[in-house]
């Protein structure tokens, strides 16, 4: 099996807990040695540039990630996702994070761009246009063929490292890292009823303190199981990576869609473990999602879009 690590949110979405002791520079540091551990060179990672826009110190974490090595993708810069906004305006945003990045997406060696959440809109004209503008302006869309749900983690892991609990931290290191296994195989599974062969897939991780923290050890299991890591640009060469998929009001990665639209689906992590991540440290009748619909509201309010979400 092989993958291509990319990793998203190098600088978090504004609003997005973050445990005691933890900054964007130290967990791009510990995702840097996880990958160094592990040869992976080259990975792209996708930020929105607001955060640099608000905070221009924080453009010093994007540096320090192409230092080392690796590469930047536009990845546009408030983060709306194309079902909130209008193509014109999708596209100046994506415009907007060039002004804002400059030369660090232009060492790149291929103009990457993905969408916010992977998303690319409800209707076919409106993706169409933004497809006729990214191709104008030299970009080639990647799109994420493997996740794991798991920034579904984050505000548990927040809260189990500000309170103290060491055993719910445990618990959700623990879990994070099956996860990351699992639903690896499983959507190579999922390609493989889909195609008759092995896909080379595009494998997402956000720039969370569980990656922090345990990126090295998922890197090591999907060694251990035999994956060959492999740049982008060998992933993107598979023609489904080139291929545009259904658009859809759902929120799912680019293979579920194809799988989707073919009558199948990639099974999703079991029902009883999100629950339990996400209710990790909440008191009883407290909503899990709440503090993650107000950060992604804080985006739509920012860009003036149309809240347009479903978790399900």
Partial sequence: MKIAVTVDELLLWDGTPMPPGYTATTVVDGMLQALREHA?????????????????????VLERWCDAGHHLG???????????????????????????????????PTRYFRHAMDMTGRSEARRGEVEDFLRERGYT?????????DFAWTAPYARALGTGD?????????????????????HAETGRRLFGAELPLIWL?????????????????????GVEFVPLDDAMSHPVHRTLSPVTHLFRNHLQRVALA???????????????????????????????????????????????????
């Fill in 205 to 225: 991780v956000h720039g969370t303190a569980l990656a922090q923290d345990v990126l090295g050890e998922i890197l090591h299991r999907f060694a251990a199981d």
């Fill in 262 to 312: 073919a009558g199948d689906e990639v099974p999703p992590p079991p029902a009883e473990l999100v629950t339990q991540v996400l209710t990790s440290g909440l008191p009883d009748g407290t909503d899990p999602m709440a503090e993650y619909d107000a950060i992604l509201r804080r985006i739509v309010d920012r860009v003036g879009g149309t809240w347009d979400w479903s978790w399900t």
């Fill in 166 to 186: 060491r055993e719910a931290a445990a618990f959700l290191r623990g879990s994070y890292v099956e996860a990351a296994v699992a639903q690896l195989h499983a």
């Fill in 141 to 149: 869309t990647a799109p994420i063929t493997a996740w794991f749900g």
């Fill in 40 to 60: 992976i060179e080259g990975v792209y990672g996708f930020a929105h540039t607001s955060p640099v826009a608000d905070r221009p110190g924080e453009r010093e």
């Fill in 74 to 108: 536009n990845h546009t810069h408030c983060h709306a996702c194309l079902n909130w906004v209008g193509a014109k305006q999708y596209c100046e945003d994506v415009r907007v994070a060039e002004d804002v990045l400059g030369d660090l997406l232009e060492a790149a």
